[in-house]
């Protein structure tokens, strides 16, 4: 099984901070996460579902941050960006399909907004500060992205990366990028769920269960303690 690249040295990194990281509460660093304000321009849909897609480095992470999420009904890994024939993991991690590592969320929008969906991805889910890269991976399939489906999706994210940008959230500028929204295609089954699935991979461990922390942390009200999973049993 491949998986988001992480390097060696990483990978012996990660494996070396397990057991610090089990001994007290996770977290990630201050540059990493942070309650970032409510968003000012954020239309509310009685429709009883909507999709978004993001990108935001490794999917396994997003999905899982996602999955956690009250009001989010499924969240899938996959790629957005580039054509069908390209959307496999093996072209994708080339980086030369223009596809990102994506997750594509279906929400209903009379638990959650759209707005609040960003706000989670902005706080927790990614640093947007980081160009083409996220933590250990880079490479433009590692980009952070938003892929709007409206253009009431895609004016509430740029107003809400415009207010971010205002507000100096962050100290260095955002580069979260509002592209085409082309069609997404799910990723390949063993990487579906796959924080759920693998709680004990250094990668994950290192990278994205901090992330789960802190949404629990700074969103107790929309924490969900049993995520809503692509599939019901295990895939490999």
Not at 133 to 155: K, N
Request: net charge negative; with cysteine.
């Amino acid at each position: 099984m491949t998986g988001c690249r992480s390097g060696s040295l990483v990978v012996l990194l990660a494996a070396l901070a397990v057991a610090a990281l089990l001994l007290r509460p996770l977290s990630v660093p201050a540059e990493a996460a942070r309650a970032v304000p409510v968003p000012a321009l954020d239309p509310q849909d009685q429709a009883s579902s909507e999709v978004a897609v993001l990108a935001g480095g490794c999917f396994w992470g997003v999905q899982g941050v996602f999955q956690h999420v009250e009001g989010v009904t499924k969240a899938v890994s996959g790629y957005a960006g580039g054509a069908q024939s390209t959307a496999h993991y093996e072209d994708v991690e080339t980086g030369s399909t223009g596809h990102a590592e994506s997750v594509e969320i279906t929400f209903d929008p009379r638990k959650i907004s759209y707005g609040r969906l960003l706000q989670i991805f902005f706080s927790v889910a990614h640093n947007p500060t980081e160009l083409n890269r996220q933590g250990p991976d880079s490479g433009p399939q590692y980009r952070s992205a938003i892929f709007p489906r409206s253009a009431e999706q895609a004016a509430t994210a740029e107003a809400y990366i415009a207010q971010l940008e205002e507000a100096h959230v962050f100290g260095e500028k955002i580069v979260t990028r509002l592209e085409e929204a082309r069609a997404f295609f799910p990723a390949e089954g063993y990487h579906q769920d796959f924080l759920t699935r693998h709680p004990n991979s250094p990668y994950i461990v290192f990278n994205d269960l901090p992330k789960l922390a802190e949404l629990k942390r700074l969103f107790p009200e929309r924490w969900r303690a049993e995520p809503v999973l692509v599939a019901a049993g295990p895939q490999n």
